[in-house]
């Protein structure tokens, strides 16, 4: 995977992708290709590649000694600013405000076949010595005795290559990094859209393009989180295709403030960059220390949208979540937040999970509301003692008969969090983030604790691990409800450590919180939630299987969610929940059918009240259970892909789901609103089915994966105003899923 062309010039490269990187004249490292595999290079080939990127536009010299070597338009693997490149560069390093203008010189490599997972930091891992090889890079800056480390991660089976670099301080005296981005990738012409997943609270990640032009296109994140407005993932695509033509994409695999951003030249090159927001980062690496960034990954698929997107599913599934959760069944979760708020007692949650139970559901999940006296989202965090008034006997006890009920068990926290009237509040005033200032922002009622603080974070898990293990918990759901203002750690002022160092060490707080809990019960499914989808993102994936995506529960609204979701994470971590109408945040009326058949994608749940509900919508939930069970495996860890457009806007959304041999396969097909005298004859090419094969669709017809392909499968006639008597479909929110099985 991994092969070295001269003694500086490395071609990582599989059946996918060819990467190819060599040392400048001036002793930088260049970039020289990334794109579809070239098979393996030689020499030749290699100067071939170099004198295409020799050719510089840029009026400015390196130095006076090397000839017209300039780096303005040169194509870098991690560049920095000060020298004739006037872009923005990916390190920035002060010593005493005084700006270093770095020239990092290669040293030598080293390459290993090894990537095992450690919970200590999110990132990318392999099992075995078969799956991957890193390359790391070693650059020494000798004026500032400075150390980079760029490190290259490509994987047997994947169209990515996975980037982080370190940076240690050789000098006898402190540096300060304003800025050290994760990864870099310039590409030799702008002829592509950026997609972005933008939104908010209750629409998150909907996918949005934007034109590339000179200038820049950043997204970005300062809440402390990667936020519901903006995800860390970009890509960028030449023709919204969703079968032909190159993407490249990015991603970071990381949950607190991000930068990604594209910037376009005056000659047409754009260089992409993500990593951790600049913005209010500051990182003081004192003599002998070492910084690590985040790790980050560059996707390229020559096969448009979905072909990125069998990318980034499997690198998300394979190498970055836990794997035992592609062998252990997701449970079908009942979860009682929508079903009863606040108001609930022992009493009442036995009567829903006898219920759940009688379902079929698998797991029992309380949500907010079991511990201190939270009655309301105003108090209480942070006392995560259990509410003896709800819960007489304590949650050991509940736990157990939940148990008994052959039901796993479920809690909800937010760990991170702290209510005015709690206890950890009146004796730590100082574990609180808030600045000296007179004024402190409160979101939810709440304040945010100190993660960089590493006795804040024993302190909460000394709370939680009793509750754990009194409850024998199978499942956690993790909270996160408020961004983070007026950044300030008390600690770190104690330790003399810079401020502009805490939105970083918050989130390793937040790390390291998880690590002590998956050490501790590493069979415990954590699913991530922040206020709904507020920190999606891989570093939380590599944590938590799956993630709570929204607090819209609307299937309407699911359906946006979810085609912009997929185009970054997987099917397998985006759980979702069949809930009431009116739907209790757009109250829209959905057909139950509609509501099963958009849950059913992904870890299947159901949060709405189970007891008050007519006997024909008992059945059908029952009855969707049992379907989800058997094909469980399939709708949560198969092969997904869309088959109409991804725009949020649009009436109707297609997808389908294979399984990895193509013998078996779902589609979904929904139409938001039904439209009058339209045609009814429309197809859906199936890119999922093997061509050489015969399917049988439903108890229907069986015909070839090549006309399946080719032709497509035929949409469900709707009613149009003149087909009453063939229209399978009629009114608004209409759905229907397609079971394909191969019969050869
Ligand atoms: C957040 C979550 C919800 C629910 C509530 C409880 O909004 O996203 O799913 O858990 O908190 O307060």
Redesign the pocket.
């Known amino acids: 995977m991994i092969e070295l062309i001269d003694d500086h010039s490395f071609h990582l490269h599989n059946d996918k992708i060819s990467y190819v990187l060599t040392v400048m004249e001036n002793g930088q490292l260049g970039h020289l290709y990334y794109g579809k595999a070239l098979g393996s290079l030689t020499t030749t080939e290699l100067d071939y590649l170099r004198a295409q990127a020799s050719k510089s536009a840029g009026t400015v010299k390196y130095s006076p000694t090397t000839g017209n070597f300039n780096l303005a338009d040169r194509a870098q693997e991690y560049p920095v600013y000060g020298s004739s490149d006037f872009r923005r560069g990916a390190l920035d390093v002060y010593a005493d405000n005084d700006p270093w203008y770095l020239d990092f010189s290669y040293q030598s490599y080293t390459i290993t076949d090894t990537k095992p997972r450690s919970l200590a930091q999110p990132a990318t891992y392999a099992v075995g010595n078969q799956e991957a090889q890193e390359l790391a890079i070693t650059l020494v800056d000798q004026v500032h005795q400075l150390k980079l480390v760029t490190y290259y991660t490509i994987f047997r089976a994947h169209g990515v290559i996975a980037r982080r670099s370190t940076l240690t301080n050789l000098g006898a005296s402190s540096v300060m990094i304003q800025n050290m981005m994760s990864a870099v990738l310039e590409l030799p012409d702008d002829q592509f859209e950026m997609v972005n997943l933008a939104g908010a609270w209750l629409k998150e990640r909907h996918v949005k393009y934007h034109n590339l032009a000179q200038g820049t296109v950043a997204v970005e994140s300062l809440k402390g989180a990667s936020g519901h407005q903006h995800n860390p993932f970009i890509a960028l695509t030449r023709s919204r295709s969703l079968t032909t033509g190159d993407v490249y994409a990015s991603n970071l695999i990381y949950s607190g403030n991000f930068l990604s951003q594209v910037e376009v030249n005056e000659w047409h090159k754009p260089r992409l960059m993500t990593g951790i927001s600049p913005a209010y980062f500051g990182w003081q690496l004192a003599p002998a220390a070492t910084f690590s960034t985040p790790e980050a990954l560059l996707y390229y698929s020559a096969d448009g949208l979905n072909g990125l997107m069998a990318e980034t599913q499997a690198v998300a599934q394979q190498q970055i979540a836990d794997r035992q959760w592609q062998r252990r069944p997701r449970p079908i979760v009942f979860n009682n ?1 929508e079903a009863t708020y606040f108001n609930f007692d022992e009493t009442k949650l036995l009567t829903l999970a006898q219920q759940a139970k009688q379902l079929g559901m698998e797991c029992f999940v309380v ?2 509301g079991w511990f201190g006296h939270r009655d309301s ?1 105003r108090t209480s965090l942070g006392d995560w003692r259990v509410d003896h008034r709800k819960f007489p006997h304590g949650m050991g006890h509940f736990a157990q008969q939940i148990h008994d009920l052959g039901l796993q068990m479920g809690l ?1 926290f937010e760990p991170e969090m702290v209510s005015p009237d709690t206890p950890l509040y009146r004796d730590h005033p100082d574990w609180v983030v808030r600045h000296p200032y007179p004024r402190t922002a409160i979101g939810r009622g709440q304040y945010v604790l100190d993660f960089a603080n590493p006795a804040v974070v024993t302190a909460i898990y000394a709370q939680i691990k009793p509750v754990i293990e009194a409850a024998q918990l199978d499942f956690i ?1 993790w ?1 996160m ?1 408020r961004n983070i203002t007026e950044a300030y750690s008390p600690y770190l002022a104690a330790q003399g450590l810079p401020q502009t160092e805490f939105f970083h060490r918050y989130i390793l707080g937040v790390y390291d919180l998880y690590q002590r809990i998956l050490t501790d019960f590493p069979d415990l499914l954590i699913e991530g ?4 989808g507020g920190r999606f993102d891989l570093g939380m994936l590599f944590y938590s299987p799956q993630m ?1 995506p929204s ?1 819209d529960s609307d299937a309407v609204e699911r359906l946006s969610i979810l085609s912009g979701t997929t185009l970054a994470y997987p099917l397998s971590a985006f759980s979702n929940h069949v809930s009431a109408v009116p739907n209790d945040q757009v109250g829209r009326m959905t057909p139950l059918k509609m509501r099963q058949n958009v849950a059913d994608f992904g870890p299947l749940g159901y949060e709405l009240d189970i007891t008050k509900l007519p006997a024909p919508e008992l059945a059908a939930i029952k009855a969707n259970i049992d379907f989800y069970q058997q094909h469980r495996e399939l709708l949560v860890n198969g092969h997904f892909q869309q088959l109409q457009s991804l725009d949020p806007d649009a009436n109707t959304v297609a997808w389908s789901v294979a399984n990895a041999d193509q013998s078996e396969l779902f589609v979904g097909f929904y139409r938001k609103l039904a439209t009058p005298n339209t045609s009814v004859l429309n197809y859906l090419k199936l890119p999922n089915v093997a061509v050489n094969r015969h399917y049988q669709i439903d108890d229907g017809p069986i015909v070839s994966g090549q006309i399946l392909q080719q032709f497509g499968l035929r949409e469900p006639y709707q009613f149009n105003g003149a087909n009453a008597d063939t229209a399978e479909l009629r009114g608004d929110f209409q759905s229907q899923l397609y079971h394909l099985v191969a019969v050869d």
Do not use: E, F, V
Request: net charge negative; proline share 0%.
């Open positions: 937040w949500d907010d989202d909800w759901k909270d409800n939630c922040a206020g709904g709570w607090d």
